[in-house]
């Protein structure tokens, strides 16, 4: 049932009211239930909300609030979070992420545990048992209050920046535009009405933000932000309206941590070089982790990091909650904004190296996988195994690794130059075509 983050599909396919009304008698807590804007989510908020209650457990409910607002709630109360999202995915999707107590996702043995019980059955508890349901209408208060304790409000009021924010009309258009305001900025707001629809796509690309960054340069606005569907990501703009690059914006906001506090920078096997360099002339240390903002979380709270980043604009600030948060990412980037000058100016800051990208169509990805290990041996660097294969070398680094949902092996390279991101690339290439080659390539044999 649970995937790399959490439950996702498609309704009326894998998902369906009756799932998340077994899921929900599953729990067996005390549950903080949130949803995002989408058409279907109230309908399988109410199923799960009627199985946790059927099961004799209590149920806050938050309304539509984005997953760090329903984190933030479920870590005060500390009791476990829910809420109905698929994120990025497209309109027929729904899904489900569930948080502990600790405003963390739950580990994959809490999610084992919680499957087999729902394949299970129903539990029903006995009439006088059954659960207590209460509103909760101040939870997207709450994090607006805790969001702007991390920020410098005194320097954005005193800069009264222009931001065009475009919420995709997603979960983040109840609190985004508000929580900006409040530190003082004047506000744009695009796509930002609540309909359980989305006049865009709801992952935050280049394309998808169009509108905003035509705003943002009509407007002449100092930045413009984008959300996801469950405002977990921000993807900031600059002035011109063009993409800051979402490496380049990851590299800048670990500067901007390291700058004010010391300690371990967790990110994860697809970081670029730019972001490396960015912790490492700051003076901090970088940790490389599996694909996944779980991931991440686990190892902030293992090693005591101070900031992890994944390079789609999901960043975790660990003091605050253990789930990504585009809110206060949101607030983050304009008080970079505020304090260090023009976006575009801090754009130039981060160099970019040259990248090269491919796919390969495999059926048997994990006996390609061990192949293409023992080969790519004739690099030398630092090896991490701890997803797919990631080689770091200086001035290079390349990531083999399979992907999640597809029948297809991944290649990434980076290099500082680009003589040296063809021989790499070159070499590693044909290593990995054959090998998926014989392990099945795209079918038929
Ligand atoms: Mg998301």
Redesign the pocket.
Known sequence: MFGTSGIRGRVSEEITPELFFRIGSAIGKDVVVGRDTRKTSFMLESALIAGILCSGHDVSSVGIAP?PTVALAAKKRKEYGAVI?A??NPPEYNGLKIVDGLGKEISREEERRISALAEKGVYYASYEKVGDFEVVDNAVDEHIDTALSFVDVEKIEKKKPLVVIDCGNGAGSVITPYVLRKAGCRVLSVNSEVSGYFNRQLEPTENSLQEMRSVVVSSGADIGIGH??????AVAVDERGEMIGLDRQLALMCRRVLRNSSGKIITTVEASLCVREAVEDAGGKIEITPVGSVRIAERLLEKGGIFGGEPCG?YIFPNEILV?D?VLTALKLVEMVCEEGKASKLKSEIRAYPIKREKYPCRKKEEAMEKIVSEIEVFEGEVNREDGIRIDEDGWWMLIRPSGTEPVIRLTCEAKDKKKLEEIFGKADRIVRRCCLESGGAGGG
Not at 228 to 233: K, Q, T
């Open positions: 997953t999202t994120s990025h996801d569907g469950d405002a977990d990501r999901e990504p585009g």
